[in-house]
């Protein structure tokens, strides 16, 4: 049972548009909500984090909206460019001395930015 | 710093073989972790480690073990391969506590024939 579900699977936008990616979560517990950036051949790397005692974040042009009631969250990018094409992962994290070191990922998203 | 560097890059093994996945940090992170990434699934933890001696399993542990002898290795121990194990692994580490960032190692893809 995925408890981090994520969509769309896929996503394609041109240069200069606003990507969206969506998730839901199940387990009230979580209060970790990290988003993670993979390349081709790599190993995901943190992107942007936030805490269920803020409704957004924003770095850049990365932007988390966080919604504890619907338990939804989803990242926004903002002006996207082709450098940004790659696979971005959700992920959740309960309360507990021991949650960093348990991620639980959503199902990922591979972006498409089109030049 | 090389951060988490993960050994081998690429490996091909015949069914009921056994290997270790090698995985070191050199950052003295408390927690390591091992994910396995499949098409459409994320990416899922297997066995993690909150410091040395000490290590629990994840969501997926069978047909693996790992043992943390070190703060810098955690090895992942595939006792006899089989091809549901075909995946691409991912070494992480992070400082521990809530929330930290977790630093990912280049993977380790496994072909299990």
């Known amino acids: 049972q995925q408890q981090v579900k994520q969509s769309p699977q896929s996503l394609i936008v041109q240069k200069g548009g606003i990507s969206i990616i969506n998730c839901a979560y199940e387990?009230?517990?979580?209060?970790?909500f990290p988003w993670y950036q993979q390349f081709p051949g790599k190993g995901p790397a943190l992107l942007i984090a936030i805490r269920p005692d803020v409704s957004e974040k924003k770095e850049g042009r990365f932007t988390i909206s966080f919604n504890k009631s619907a338990k939804q969250f989803s990242l926004h990018i903002m002006d996207s460019q082709p450098g940004d094409s790659a696979t971005y992962f959700c992920a959740a994290s309960k309360m507990g001395e021991t949650s960093g070191s348990r991620l639980t990922f959503g199902e990922g998203t591979q972006l498409t930015v089109n030049p | 710093n090389a951060g988490v560097t993960q050994t081998p890059k690429f490996q091909v093994l015949k069914t009921g073989q056994s290997m270790t996945l090698q995985c070191a940090q050199d950052m003295n992170h408390e927690y390591m972790s091992w994910y396995r990434q499949d098409p459409g699934m994320g990416l899922r933890l297997i066995h993690y480690s909150v410091g040395a001696g000490i290590t629990d399993q994840g969501e997926v542990p069978n047909g693996y073990n790992v043992s943390r002898s070190t703060t810098e290795d955690f090895p992942l121990r595939l006792l006899s391969a089989a091809p549901s194990q075909t995946s691409v692994y991912f070494c992480?580490?992070?400082?521990?506590?809530?929330?930290?960032?977790?630093?990912f190692g280049p993977g380790t893809r496994l072909t299990v024939t």
């Open positions: 387990n009230t517990a979580f209060d970790y």
């Open positions: 992480a580490s992070t400082r521990g506590g809530r929330g930290y960032e977790q630093y």
